[in-house]
């Protein structure tokens, strides 16, 4: 499996729409208005990235990685994708697209209606073909470590609105670190505002050796701040003014820091999980 992350920060990415542009969600049609294929620079960076006027633009990309992300169900979700023809690895990607309106960004900060014309494009233009399938796999188990239901003190409920948000629908909240909507993860540190616990999961299966599975029982959204020496950078990571205030990282392995700091426990076990199996892909022709 590609474990390349190629990471959208939405709240980064729509900073400057204009907040009358954004229009309901039902209003927004489930294919782009018009969208480019081009063959990739060689020696390219990767990136995906959401622009305002309803652009998606990816960079260096493989087929692959553009199923990864059109396929998600919510942030930070990367699928297993097996199967398919050995160029879907290989062939990379300059896509530029756009939406006859802006991106609809929901109350969790996932753009669902730009991964579903992302996924129409997919079908097109490369005649793809995607199954859902269960696997088994070791796997650890997110769970409330407190039977009480407490939760830790790095962990906390908020009612963000990520959608009100970028649509200067409510004001931005206070916070003591990041932005809401956004993540950061620096070494060593993990900062993540109005996620799910499904984003959570998600979030920490790429600083483990196994996938993390939600079974919090926790709705809603959190604002959480991890601290531990299994966290590593984001590729894309570059040091801010507020990075060089943190203090020495904590030297304890991440499963400890979960509990102790999120309250939660990771249960190491054999789980169902879903992967996305290629049934038929076409390579594109491009100019």
């Given amino acids: 499996m590609n474990r390349a992350r190629i990471t959208t920060l939405v709240s980064t990415a729509l900073a400057t729409i204009?907040?009358?542009?954004?229009?309901?969600?039902?209003?927004?049609?489930?294919?782009?208005?018009?969208?480019?294929?081009?063959?990739a620079l060689p020696n390219a960076g990767r990136s995906i990235r959401l622009q305002p006027g309803g652009v998606f633009e990816a960079k260096a990309v493989t087929l692959r990685e553009l199923i990864q992300y059109a396929y998600q169900r919510y942030g930070f979700d990367r699928r297993e994708v097996v199967g398919g023809p050995a160029w879907i690895d290989s062939l990379r990607l300059d896509v530029l697209a756009s939406a006859a309106e802006e991106h609809w960004i929901e109350p969790d900060g996932a753009p669902r209606?730009?991964?579903?014309?992302?996924?129409?494009?997919?079908?097109?233009?490369?005649?793809?073909?995607?199954?859902?399938?269960s696997r088994t796999r070791p796997v650890y188990v997110l769970m409330v470590a407190d039977r009480a239901g407490r939760l830790?003190?790095?962990?906390?409920?908020?009612?963000?609105?990520?959608?009100?948000l970028m649509r200067?629908?409510?004001?931005?909240?206070?916070?003591?670190?990041?932005?809401?909507?956004?993540?950061?993860?620096?070494?060593?540190r993990l900062f993540a505002n109005t996620v799910t616990m499904q984003t959570l999961a998600s979030m920490l299966s790429?600083?483990?050796?196994?996938?993390?599975?939600?079974?919090?029982?926790?709705?809603?959204?959190?604002?959480?701040?991890l601290e531990s020496a299994d966290i590593k950078a984001a590729p894309d990571y570059r040091p801010g003014p507020s990075d060089a205030g943190l203090p020495p990282t904590a030297?304890?392995?991440?499963?400890?820091?979960?509990?102790?700091?999120?309250?939660?426990?990771?249960?190491?076990?054999?789980?169902?999980?879903s992967v996305l199996v290629v049934r038929h892909a076409e390579r594109p022709t491009l100019r």
Avoid: Y
């Fill in 206 to 225: 790429s600083h483990l050796d196994r996938p993390v599975i939600d079974s919090t029982g926790l709705d809603g959204r959190f604002d959480i701040q």
């Fill in 18 to 39: 204009p907040a009358a542009t954004q229009q309901s969600s039902s209003t927004v049609e489930l294919t782009f208005a018009s969208a480019s294929l081009e063959p």
């Fill in 251 to 273: 030297r304890i392995p991440i499963t400890d820091a979960v509990r102790e700091q999120l309250g939660l426990n990771l249960e190491p076990g054999i789980g169902a999980v």
């Fill in 168 to 188: 200067g629908d409510t004001p931005p909240p206070a916070r003591s670190e990041g932005v809401p909507c956004g993540t950061k993860t620096p070494p060593g």
């Fill in 152 to 164: 830790g003190a790095s962990m906390r409920r908020t009612t963000v609105d990520c959608g009100a």
């Fill in 113 to 133: 209606k730009t991964w579903a014309m992302l996924r129409s494009l997919l079908e097109k233009r490369f005649q793809l073909r995607i199954d859902e399938a």
